[in-house]
């Protein structure tokens, strides 16, 4: 009997041990990637599951699979996952397990990249806006504050994402640990840490970093693959990585740019499909792998979009469509870059492997009058303020997003400079009430004349995060609202009440039919009924700026200057029956109607 007892358990425990093993190994080869000894190039496209609504995540890697793709490259965004510093959030659209899982089912490997720093044209490149509640703390850095945050995350993360490691008979291939570092720094040891930091946390594979060609020398970690973006000559591709990996491959593309983001103020970004497909063409004929950056960018929803600034370029938000100009659009439809790049792909495919056919087209509506019957001005909705003597900071007011205003009463009567020192982002400014000046950082504007101010004038200024900045050395210059100060002919205006404006939802808002009148800040409320759903875009074309909710969603920015002119509305987030839209316009008013279009509008730029 003992002995039987003993067969048992070792049968058990070799059971347990083989349901444990890897199904497959991945290793770097000399000049390839090997998955189970043998060459494998990566055909890999770049998606991020924030930017897609969940039930339609399977239907964008179906549409990868058909274009040939094998893998997704993804960025994890931390500012996601913990909105509140301790408290994480993996469900919906932020079930990045999820994301993972579905794309095993598919059959397509992830190149997941977790780098606390995204960049990705997203709010703040990913960073959680509470960590600038410590002016003095450093992000991407070896500050101890910094560290230990992004080690809970980190540790948080892996809970999420070990079981999908290729090392555990998961679909991920490997792990990203830093993000075009060489942008910013070039501190070899923090970048060790961050390789520490991954390995406690149990991120057991392969580790590499990318960056830009000029940037490698001081954001590569040596005796790790150092990827490369934005180079997509293949000798140059392969020099380079040898460089800076003793001599030798494999030979990765992190981020191939057939297609770029979009900024409030400029011309819609595109690029050629013909001359993309040649590079395409060149790189896979050279055995290099590559991830095309993106292959579907979806929306930027909410507040997250980010921002550039550079000593050249003055600060410049990005908008919320992320169509990118990618062979997958913005509503996840295929475009003809995609159809030139299937070609390409299925010439360099084994012979007799064919790819799956192409799904069909999403279904479009359009809806082409919505009634606009209530309004909420934002002036009779202040709630309770916080006072104090000088104008407090969005971070030092516990807020993260959305607006703040800020309101003194002069004390005496006066003409002459107005300025807000440090202005962050955009500010409409008010005297009793009245509209007197539009101030953006964008055109470096941060004061105006004052006209005919007398004593107890109530002097409002409506402060909006209009993006953090993403990327580049103006990355720690990131807090919000009024910095510094605000004088008046050099005198520091004192006497401050702040109401808060997070716009997390508008729920709390008292709305009214009475029409508003002048250029007030307010919210328009409407309802439409639907027979049908399907993908369609809203109209905002003769708005000013602003957000929208549908139906307890914020779908994202608008802004008159273009070039976007409409925001997408998935059909899954449409309802059969009654919906309801909430749209916030802080610079024109009178608003009574608006139509939704079965087409997007991107190509619009308005001069301010």
């Known amino acids: 009997m003992k002995k039987i007892s003993t067969l048992l358990l070792f049968i058990v425990a070799a059971a347990l041990v083989k349901a444990q093993a890897p199904a497959h190994t991945f290793a ?52 996601a996952h913990e909105p509140v510093q301790g408290q994480y959030d993996f469900t919906g659209n932020n079930d990045i397990a999820e994301f993972v899982k579905i794309a095993k089912e598919e059959g397509l490997w992830v190149i997941m990249r977790p780098s606390p720093y995204a960049c990705a044209e997203w709010e703040f490149g990913g960073y959680p806006w509470w960590l600038l509640k410590d002016k003095n703390l ?17 540790m948080a993360l892996s809970k999420q994402l070990s079981p999908y490691l290729i090392t555990h008979g998961g679909n991920i291939l490997m792990v990203q640990i ?14 060790d840490i961050n390789r520490k930091i991954f390995r406690e946390a149990g991120f057991d594979g392969i580790l590499f970093t990318c960056d830009g060609p000029s940037q490698m020398p001081a954001g590569y970690l040596p005796g790790y693959l150092p990827a490369v973006n934005g180079l997509d000559n293949p000798k140059e591709v392969k020099t380079l990585i040898n460089k800076y990996h003793d001599g030798k ?48 960018g979806g929306t930027s929803r909410g507040f997250m979009n980010g921002a550039n600034m550079s000593k050249k370029e003055p600060y410049s938000p990005q908008t919320s469509s992320y169509d990118y100009d990618a062979p997958l659009n913005e509503a996840g439809d295929p475009t003809p870059k ?48 916080v006072i104090n003597e000088k104008p407090l900071c969005f971070e030092d007011l516990d807020q993260g997003y959305g607006f703040v205003l800020y309101r003194t009463q002069l004390k005496d009567a006066a003409d002459g400079l107005l300025q807000i020192k440090e202005l962050r982002d955009y500010a409409t400014v008010y005297l009793n009430g009245q509209r007197i000046s539009v101030l953006d950082r964008h055109l470096r504007q ?42 008046l002919n050099g005198t520091e205006l004192t006497g401050w009440k702040m109401y808060k404006f997070p716009f997390q939802n508008t729920s709390n808002f008292k709305y009214s039919t009475k029409a508003i009148t002048g250029a007030q800040p307010a919210l328009y409320k409407g309802s439409f009924n639907l027979t049908e759903t399907g993908d369609t875009w809203l109209d905002l074309s003769n708005f000013g700026k602003g957000f929208v909710f549908l139906n307890g969603i914020n779908i994202g920015k608008y802004w008159n200057i273009g070039p976007q002119q409409t925001l997408y509305i998935p059909a899954g987030w449409l309802k059969k029956g009654a919906n309801e839209l909430v749209i916030f316009d802080e610079l024109k008013s009178g608003h009574k109607t608006i139509s939704a279009l079965n087409h997007p509008i991107l190509n619009v730029v308005v001069k301010k």
């Open 338 to 385: 995609f159809f030139k790049f299937r070609e390409i792909i299925q010439k360099h495919l084994p012979a007799g492997v064919t790819l799956p056919p192409v799904p069909a087209a999403n279904k479009t509506i359009a809806v082409p009058s919505i009634s606009l019957t209530a309004t909420a001005p934002l002036f009779t909705n202040l709630g309770k303020p």
């Open 178 to 191: 830093e993000n075009e570092y060489g942008s910013y720094s070039n501190d070899k040891e923090y970048l």
């Open 138 to 154: 450093k992000v991407r850095s070896k500050d101890p504050k910094f560290l230990a945050a992004y080690k809970s995350y980190i």
């Open 28 to 79: 770097l080869g000399d000049s390839t990637f090997l998955l189970d000894g043998k060459p494998l190039q990566m055909i890999s496209g770049e998606m991020h599951c924030y930017r897609i609504p969940q039930q339609y995540w399977r239907a964008r890697m179906k549409m990868a699979k058909a274009m040939g793709l094998n893998t997704i490259g993804t960025y994890v965004f931390w500012n």
């Open 249 to 296: 491959g494999p030979y990765y593309i992190a981020e191939w740019y057939p297609g770029w983001f979009d900024s409030w103020g400029s011309p819609h970004s595109t690029t050629n499909a013909e001359d993309d497909a040649k590079k395409l063409d060149e790189v896979l004929a050279a055995g290099i792998s590559i991830n095309m950056y993106m292959f579907h």
């Open 446 to 487: 941060d004061s105006l004349q004052l006209k005919g101010a007398k004593k107890g004038d109530v002097l409002d200024i409506l402060l909006e995060n209009n993006g953090r900045i993403n990327y580049g050395p103006y990355l720690t210059d990131n807090r919000q609202g009024i910095t510094e100060k605000v004088t």
